[in-house]
């Protein structure tokens, strides 16, 4: 998939009102299964899942405030996010100062309409423009919010791209936030066309599409014997924006996915943070019980954007070339990882003589031919079973490709196994 | 204890003139047991204690050099300083040249007289000032020293504050310098104070007042079965000057006192020097065969000021804020040694609900509910029995109080556990 | 040996045609024993050493490259460096444009002879300068190499100096460059002497004379039961010509001779740079199977001066001040790892009394005697088994020789012991 086709995925699914449940969720999974085959699952409505409980399911068919002329003020059909998520249904009339406590604004960005949650207590809510609300006049509005909170299920949906070995690494994205491109239309349509793009990889990836914390914790209940499986993992969010690429690692702050996505991103202007308990599905990844390898990538992390959970987080916030960088990151970075092994030297006394297994030789035509040479002497040196690939690469300063690319060669001379 | 009354209690303490024994050093053990009660221990001359043995004690009543109009040139009555420590009675008539090997000036500060002891080479001596000396005409001198070095004991005190719990922390300082206010009245002054401030501590304090070197090595003889119980200590010395703080690591170098001492010191202005096997009694519990927690405060440290002993370590070198402040961070060091301790989160998998529990209610009128949430979820990320309160202090950036804070609140709604 | 007496032996050494065999390596050794007694090793064409077979014996006699006139072109008796080392015999007459695929040149070095070798794969070649190469007019000429490739033997020699222990430090310097002053004469003379100066060492010092690759692969295949034996390591290359020292570290990167020339090195002009597995025979020594603390010192590296492995690096190139100040530190080096060990504080509850053993008198009279004091203090806290008299010189920033010259000290008063 192109940037463009990222950025058509993005505008497809901008105006479906997700939520961790309902409908939206289900028919955004829909529009990803057309792209990849996915398996979806519905986990009921009070499973307990560790410390949490699966909520009531939320769907909501149309909500409004009208003006004494039936005008609606405030449409839900213009934007799902004028209605705070798990919203309980309403229909009544009421002075506008009765109304003022549900109203939801951003006085330093008038022109913005926030976005709001209320999933585990019973509330009621619009969000709306300050402009909005400053151009309402005093007096009885009707207030309708068509919603439903009933016994249903929490949805969420895996697509497995089968490796070599069956070692995983998990790409996760959240599915819960209705219209906002970036946070996170962006994250499923990178982690859709990285899927689309691996071919025949050695990990097992499993690509997650889940609605955030509770969806994570769903699942991490719900695969406790697979979470051994799990060497590393990605979670994907605010992928699109035109900022440059951040890294969040690991709690452990070591994990090989923390040295492969500082490898890959050395060379181009990129920031790295320390873990912290605060973000997205790495929260859960990475909580003291699974202590997961599992990073976070971004382009401009959550909260650090003024568009940040407003109705400025449109498709036109994200960019197809942004897009298309993100995936090329993720890509490069699993490639490194996918080929990041330790080796052991079945020669290991002495340099073997290279030259008489034509190792020189094959090099002959190679513009890199004095680096790919020096590659093997590093990984015939450092394959003592302690160093990978990437620690080689690291240590010898040359491309892990042609460090790579030593290996094999080695490795069909046998003059080093796994 | 304000400031003021530290000083009031250094003004008090320097007249005596204190020694490694003697009854110099038992006065003083009265006055700061009319602030504080103490356990006295007279341990006998001659007592073996490790490699060293306990001296005679040594008592002093008069001395001086007298010109032969009769008139006291050099009067220890003006000031103890004027006679070497452990000199040896002496009643003579002398030349000025048959004296001078004797006598101790300081050629370079020639109008203050200097310190000097001799506690293991039998000796006697005066100290004066270089101008004293200048003015003294050649001729015949009577120099007496009413000294006595008999059979007797070293004299060393204890204050213990009882803690929830039994293990240590010692706060030593020692008690064998004469006429000297910084060197260490000051650092008597601020254990004193602090010994007072301490309420209902988690660990049991022991306040040491003892001798230099031979004090602390007997005490360590002595107290062979309760080292084991010291799990942290600080030798006060040079607390009072003008200066600032000056920490010294123990030998360890990453003991949680030194941590917690350069937690506290972060913000200000500050010195932390790494431990080295030279200056107060630091030494003997740093020694290879204790390797205590063991750090030493300071102001300016031992002779890095030109008053270091000398007769202008006087009480007005001292100051009543410098004191105060010294005392304070001493207080801020235990507030967060006393609360720093390991938890094991109950609820490892995922993060647990904190909403269904009240935990983000309760914070709901704090100006810092954000801070104090985000510290709720580090306490219960990294509360994995490896990572102490401090620790995640420091990784997080939120301030010691509000983690400690946080995790009491987990405490209390049982999601963590010590 | 001085400056001028190494120089004195790179002069004689340099006119001999050497490569990894022949009568030129055996010359050599034999000039060498007139300095050193050596025992001298001959290894037969075909012994199997690890991964490499002894390669056959080359000699040579002559060789030439005549014009129509029967004038030498290119003449052997003027440099080895004219003939392609291990070049098979020739004898025939071609056109210049026949024989320009056995013509080697330095087109950006025009006045200069290339130094080239083809040890593993048969044949032959002529280096020569661009300038001569130009000046060559097209015609006949008639090529000769009077050599022989028959079965043979490889030579290396050793000389060792017993130390007081059976552990060894090895010194090794490759002996099968041919008319190339720095690299390795240099290494050789500087070998030579420091093995004239080592006068009843600590440990066992083992120097070896041999060609490179295959002699240090032959010498760890023939001495396996040995390599146990070997502490420590230095490869002595490039050795005096007039840039500053460079230290190459070991594999392990914290060897103690990494630490010990860090040391040595740290208050002079030098570079220390990461072990790579590319250079001379720490690559050998530092193979994974063997990981020997074995380093490499150098003046300027191989490959980063221009005159290297051409008819530049002659007699002039290297200067007798830099063969002396190279020799110098290597004894400083070998003087600190002799006396670098770690004792155990037999007093090790608070200090010793020094006093009562005479080890504060003893210092009386000397400049130093506050440092030498401190010197004993530090020893004796850090006498724990862990920490060696170097970590203790460079904790304390006391001179390595003051804190060898006080344990030595404490030694004799059986206060710590090995």
């Given at each position: 998939m192109t940037g463009t086709d990222m950025h058509g995925l993005v505008r497809r699914l901008y105006p479906l009102c997700r939520s961790i449940t309902g409908d939206g969720v289900r028919r955004t999974l829909e529009i990803i299964s057309e792209y990849v085959p996915l398996d979806t699952y519905e986990v009921p409505t009070g499973t307990e899942v560790f410390d949490w409980t699966v909520p009531r399911e939320w769907n909501i068919r149309d909500a409004f405030i009208a003006d004494a002329t039936g005008r609606r003020v405030v449409d839900f059909q213009e934007s799902n996010l004028h209605v705070v998520s798990y919203s309980a249904p309403v229909s009544a009339t009421m002075t506008l100062d009765e109304l003022r406590p549900h109203l939801h604004t951003l006085p330093e960005q008038p022109s913005l309409v926030p976005y709001r949650t209320s999933y585990y207590q019973e509330n009621w809510g619009f969000c709306l423009a300050q402009e909005t609300l400053d151009a309402m006049a005093d007096g009885e509005y009707e207030v309708r919010i068509d919603s439903t909170l009933d016994e249903g299920a929490l949805t969420y949906a895996e697509h497995v791209v089968p490796g070599q070995v069956s070692e995983e690494v998990i790409v996760s994205c959240h599915t819960?936030?209705?219209?906002l491109a970036n946070d996170n239309l962006a994250g499923i349509a990178v982690a859709v066309a990285l899927a689309q793009s691996l071919d025949n990889p050695w990990y097992t990836y499993r690509f997650l599409f889940m609605p955030g914390t509770i969806g994570a914790i769903t699942w991490l209940a719900r695969n406790a014997d697979r979470v051994g499986k799990v060497k590393h993992g990605l979670v994907l969010a605010?992928?699109?924006?035109?900022g440059h690429l951040t890294y969040k690692k690991s709690r452990r702050g070591n994990a090989e996915i923390d040295r492969v996505l500082a490898y890959v991103l050395r060379d181009r202007e990129h920031e790295i943070v320390e873990f912290s308990p605060y973000g997205y599905d790495e929260r859960q990844f990475c909580s003291p019980g699974f202590n997961l390898g599992v990073g976070s990538l971004s382009?401009?992390?959550?909260?650090?954007?003024?568009?940040?959970?407003?109705?400025?987080?449109?498709?036109?916030?994200?960019l197809p070339e942004k897009l298309a960088d993100t995936l090329s990151v993720c890509q490069q970075a699993f490639s490194v990882l996918d080929r990041d092994r330790r080796f052991v030297n079945l020669s290991p006394y002495g340099e073997p003589q290279l030259g008489k297994r034509g190792l020189y030789d094959s090099l002959g035509g190679r513009s890199d031919a004095k680096q790919a040479q020096l590659a093997m002497l590093w990984v015939l040196n450092l394959?003592?079973?302690?160093?990978?690939l990437l620690d080689i690469a690291e240590r010898s300063g040359i491309p892990f490709d042609t460090v790579a690319g030593a290996a094999s060669a080695l490795h069909d001379a046998q003059l080093i196994k796994e």
């Open positions: 819960c936030h209705p219209s605010c992928a699109g924006d035109s382009r401009t992390p959550y909260a650090r954007y003024p568009e940040y959970h407003t109705s400025g987080d449109n498709p036109e916030f994200v394959s003592d079973g302690e160093h990978s």
